[in-house]
């Protein structure tokens, strides 16, 4: 089983920054489409940002502008930023890699169906 592994999440005061890590194998780090999920207590998982296999960064409409989706190629890690976090961005945030799911509407494809990998999630609170 492919593991992805978040870690960086943590509570927060409103305004903070945060910065979380997915490391994976290097096989799905080089080669496969990664996003950022997050689900917030009663709500529907979401799509935050994705960065396809040519290396192009998109984000929900939702997130941009606070949200910054990266790869540390030093550590085969998928980071994502947050800025100015506020109390609605308290989630659990997921990482998910597959080779065709940034293909089209990716944030739609929140389903584990849609991606082949999914890691076990780091908690974001913000507290007010």
């Known amino acids: 089983q492919v593991q992805l592994v978040e870690s960086g999440g943590g509570s927060v005061q409103a305004g903070g920054s945060l910065t979380l890590s997915c490391a994976a194998p290097?096989?799905?780090?080089?080669?496969?489409?990664m996003a950022w999920f997050r689900q917030a207590p009663g709500k529907e998982r979401e799509g935050v940002a994705a960065i396809d296999r040519n290396g192009i960064s998109t984000y929900a409409d939702s997130v941009k502008g606070r949200f910054t989706i990266s790869k540390d190629n030093a550590k085969n890690t998928l980071d994502l930023q947050i800025d100015n976090l506020q109390p609605e961005d308290t989630a659990m945030y997921n990482c998910a890699a597959d080779y065709w799911a940034c293909?089209?509407?990716?944030?739609?494809?929140?389903?584990?169906?849609?991606?082949?990998?999914w890691g076990q999630g780091t908690q974001v609170t913000v507290s007010s």
């Open positions: 290097e096989y799905i780090y080089n080669d496969y489409c």
């Open positions: 293909s089209g509407r990716w944030y739609d494809k929140a389903s584990s169906k849609y991606w082949a990998h």
